[in-house]
């Protein structure tokens, strides 16, 4: 029997073991052999500032991070998803961290790549950068979040998936570059009131811990 991911039936959790389970070793032979991560091996990392612009009572989403206006301090790598040197076309990867934002005052880590909704596509050929699995927010609304490059940053998105209109809630402002080649992000965390779904989390969760551990 599977160990059992949260909010989610056993059943449906065992079947989840063997795609999770082959992920996994997948990725974990990719890292030993390249002897860095498979998936945006080499990126820039900058202090980042996010601002959020709150949005109207009638439009939100059921998230603090979402809704509120706030202004929140953060770190921000950004990286080519197959290290493919420029200018070849690659997917580029978006990473946020928000400090005390998530589970148990743990940090709020966020991932975006170029893409078309759920579909990984270079970023010359699609402006707008989007998670492919979605959030649950506090009011039990599902939330795909996104962003799309501006001048000095990122303009901060969310949608109603699987198609719904992109709405902005904030920007993120890029600062000084940092050292963040010892940084792990923790996608499958979240917060209180944003939850990625199942799935996300016991995929990302057992892949993304093999490829780390085999690069300590």
Avoid: K
Wanted: proline share 10%.
């Amino acid at each position: 029997m599977g160990r059992g991911v949260p909010g989610q039936p056993p059943a449906v959790t065992d079947l989840l073991d063997v795609p999770r389970s082959a992920f996994a070793a997948v990725l974990g032979a990719g890292t030993a052999l390249r002897g860095a991560r498979v998936f945006h091996p080499h990126g820039t990392t900058r202090a980042c500032r996010v601002v959020v612009d709150g949005l109207d009572p009638d439009a939100r989403w059921g998230a603090d991070l979402l809704d509120r206006a706030a202004e929140h301090e953060g770190v921000v790598r950004v990286s080519r998803g197959a290290g493919l040197p420029r200018p070849l076309p690659d997917v580029e990867g978006l990473a946020l961290r928000l400090p005390g934002l998530g589970v148990d005052g743990g940090p709020l880590d966020l991932l975006v790549n170029s893409a078309w909704r759920y579909a990984f596509v270079p970023s010359a050929v699609s402006r707008t950068w989007s998670a492919v699995l979605p959030h649950r927010t506090g009011a039990g609304r599902l939330v795909l979040v996104g962003a799309r490059p501006r001048p000095g940053g990122f303009t901060l998105l969310a949608s109603a998936p699987p198609l719904g209109r992109w709405r902005p809630w904030g920007r993120i402002e890029l600062g000084e570059e940092r050292d963040g080649e010892r940084l792990r992000f923790q996608p499958t965390l979240g917060a209180p009131d944003l939850v990625p779904v199942a799935l996300f989390r016991a995929l990302r969760g057992r892949s993304y811990g093999v490829s780390q551990d085999l690069r300590e």
